[in-house]
């Protein structure tokens, strides 16, 4: 049966998600648990994509149609996995560009790096404004709160963010990343956000550190 | 490579019309007959003499027929091997392939940087490196070899390279001993007469004496060379200003007859001999008299020669990736860029000279790892543009729609490594990941390849009893 997983982890690494999820279910028909099918099947095919990404094996498209893959073994799992520690772990992040910006290529980039590595995203698209951030970690309780900007401009909102999450009592029950092309180390300082990412590959890595 | 895809025709550079090119090589024909070039060679006087050529002491003027019979007797195309069996030149109009030039006095040194004499085992470094790079397509010595005999420099030059890359070698020789020399460790390293009859693994490379004089000693190697079935590049030149007239059309003409004459001598001593013309006609600056390899001419000159040598379904060797600079630097990077870019367009068979610093008289195995990036480049460029219903895309566009995006799409996955090219030494990098990699300059990157190709690559080994067959023959060359 360990072949059914390996193979999983294989196909999810080629990006091929109809096959994960068909690899899936034969898992499942089988009689395997669904967290086993999670952290030997997905996440170990996941764990190798994100190494060699890291490396630079592998290039951004390609963790990108292995991230889909990912989710496509996700959806059929999740329903499967309610009160699952692995997964209860993972926890939930949600995203999205701040108040005046229009741009999310990069912050679609981690939002699909971050459902790769396992994280249940809930994506608030762009021109975010601070309300709806706020209203959105009332609603979803997520553990990360994960904000982009591109412009000078608009990054001064993930402050203003930062500041209506306080008011609203609810800034220490999540972790904050920033990240965007005039984003830096010192300005997360600054602002009283918990981390920052120079690129998708290093936000998932700072979320995961920042859940553990 | 071919220059561009081969139904697609997206890069189109030309330096000649139609007409200029047939005026020049009526030019040229005309200069044959009427100027001739002085041949120091006896029995290629004898050739030319019986073939109709009128011979006046070491003057020779050869009438037009006896050029155009040779242009069109030269094969079509033909091969060198790498010993290796994967490495293979296709010596054809429009195969473009790169290597690193020859016979530079000083050497970058590898491990102290400094300029210093080339000494044995320089050109095993040399054939290492243009084994390790994937864009190096065969293998020249780049150092000339000095504190060892000196008429044996081009025999150990051979034997370094030849125990250093699987890839086909260009070779040289001072005289027929250098040439045997050079032969039977061919043989060896081949494994056979008969297997490096049938595979050349080497060509000669042997040159003209600027303006229009072929010389005893070429002439008996080029002999020599097509006796045995080994091909040869048999170059013409001028420098324009010096060795050419100053005007690059007379240039060309002078660099053409040298060409041209040498292949006639060449295809009398064995008819349908494998022949690839070549020229290097760099001008000369004449503020100082020094040849100038960087020169926007040189590459403008050489493209235009490749031109002529494709009207006349001729292969040519022509000249990139050398510089005047006296360092690997800014000038260095700028002025070999340009040259294979034009070498690469001009879809010139043979590119050589890339690792050539101060005019010829310095090599560097850091500028052979620069220039391999700037091939990479070239390349991608004379790919051009693949125009098909698939590439289009227009499934793909319509299924993504206004707002969306196509990275994550498996379309671009399946071609992202195909379609668009990445660096290897190039840096693309944010600057904060640039800075935590500890803030590299591309010199920095560049001494870290060159290292690790030095300390971790291993070329594909010799023969069983090669290696002391090679020596043999080295002993026996030491003690004539």
Not at chain 1, 36 to 63: H, S
Not at chain 2, 353 to 358: C, I, T, V, Y
Not at chain 2, 383 to 403: F, K, N, S
Request: glycine residues 8%; hydrophobic residues 45%; contains cysteine.
């Amino acid at each position: 049966m360990a072949d059914v997983l390996k193979q999983m982890a294989s196909k999810l690494y080629d990006g091929e998600d109809e096959a994960v999820a068909e690899l899936v279910q034969q898992a499942l028909t089988a009689g395997l648990k669904p967290a086993d099918v999670l952290a030997d099947g997905l996440i170990a095919g996941m764990d190798r994509v994100g190494r060699d990404f890291k490396n630079g094996d592998l290039f951004v498209p390609e963790v990108l149609i292995a991230a889909k893959a990912m989710h496509a073994g996700m959806a059929i799992l999740r329903p499967l996995l309610v009160g699952d520690a692995t997964v209860a772990r993972m926890g939930k992040c949600v995203i999205g560009t701040v108040q005046g910006d229009l741009h999310d290529i990069g912050k679609n980039l981690v939002k699909m790096m971050m459902e790769g590595a396992g994280f249940e995203v809930v994506d608030l698209g762009v021109d975010v404004k601070p309300e709806k951030f706020v209203d959105a970690v009332r609603a979803h309780q997520p553990k990360l709160v994960g904000m982009s900007a591109l412009l000078t401009t608009t990054m001064v909102n993930m402050k203003t963010t930062i500041d209506a999450l306080q008011a609203a009592g609810l800034r220490d029950s999540v972790k904050i990343m920033i990240g965007g092309a005039p984003v830096t180390e010192a300005y997360a300082r600054q602002i009283g956000a918990d981390a920052y990412s120079a690129d998708a590959g290093a936000a998932v890595d700072a979320a995961r550190a920042l859940v553990a | 490579m071919d220059v561009n895809y081969h139904a697609h025709h997206t890069l189109q550079f030309r330096v000649l019309s139609d007409r200029q090119i047939e005026r020049i090589v009526q030019a040229t024909l005309e200069c044959l007959q009427r100027t001739g070039v002085d041949v120091y060679h006896a029995e290629a006087r004898h050739l030319l003499a019986s073939a109709g050529a009128r011979v006046d002491g070491v003057r020779v003027r050869l009438p037009p027929h006896l050029v155009q019979e040779a242009i069109a007797i030269n094969p079509r195309a033909f091969s060198v091997w790498g010993r290796d069996g994967r490495h293979r030149l296709t010596i054809a109009p429009d195969h473009v392939h790169f290597g690193p030039g020859v016979t530079t006095t000083f050497f970058v040194d590898p491990d102290t940087g400094e300029r210093r004499l080339t000494r044995r085992g320089d050109p095993a470094l040399t054939a290492r490196v243009c084994d390790a790079l994937d864009h190096f397509d065969y293998v020249m010595g780049l150092g000339l070899i000095s504190g060892v005999k000196p008429e044996l420099a081009p025999v150990y030059e051979f034997a370094e390279m030849v125990a250093n890359t699987g890839k086909p070698i260009l070779a040289w020789g001072y005289s027929l001993h250098n040439m045997r020399d050079i032969h039977h460790i061919a043989i060896a390293a081949a494994g056979g007469e008969d297997v490096l009859r049938a595979r050349p693994l080497y060509a000669l490379f042997a040159t003209s004496h600027p303006p229009l004089i072929h010389t005893d000693a070429e002439i008996s190697n080029a002999f020599y060379a097509v006796e045995h079935d080994i091909p040869v590049i048999y170059t013409g030149g001028g420098s324009a200003g010096a060795t050419a007239p100053v005007t690059g059309a007379g240039a060309l003409v002078v660099s053409l007859a040298a060409m041209l004459s040498g292949l006639v001598i060449i295809h009398l001593k064995k008819r349908g001999a494998l022949v690839c013309p070549g020229s290097v006609p760099e001008p000369v600056d004449l503020r100082t008299g020094r040849p100038a390899y960087g020169a926007p001419e040189m590459s403008l000159y050489s493209a235009a020669l490749c031109d002529i040598s494709r009207y006349l379904g001729l292969p040519f060797l022509g000249t990139a990736g050398a510089s005047e600079a006296k360092t690997l630097d800014l000038q260095a990077a700028i002025e070999s860029t340009l040259q294979v870019i034009l070498s690469g367009f001009s879809g010139a068979t043979l590119v050589h000279d890339a690792g050539f610093l101060d005019c010829a008289e310095l090599g560097s195995l850091e500028m052979l790892v620069m220039v391999d990036e700037i091939i990479a480049m070239t390349r991608r460029l004379m790919r051009g543009i693949e125009v098909t219903d698939e590439t289009l895309a227009l499934d793909l566009i319509d299924r993504i729609g206004p707002g969306g995006e196509f990275m994550s799409s498996k379309d671009t996955a399946r071609r992202c490594r195909s379609e668009l090219w990445v660096p290897t030494i190039f840096d693309r990098e944010r600057w904060v990941n640039w800075e935590a990699a500890g803030a590299l300059s591309t010199l920095d990157r560049i001494k870290l390849r060159l290292r690790d190709i030095l300390h971790s690559h291993t070329p594909p080994p010799l023969p069983v009893g090669a290696a002391e067959q090679i020596e043999t023959i080295l002993r026996e060359a030491e003690q004539r």
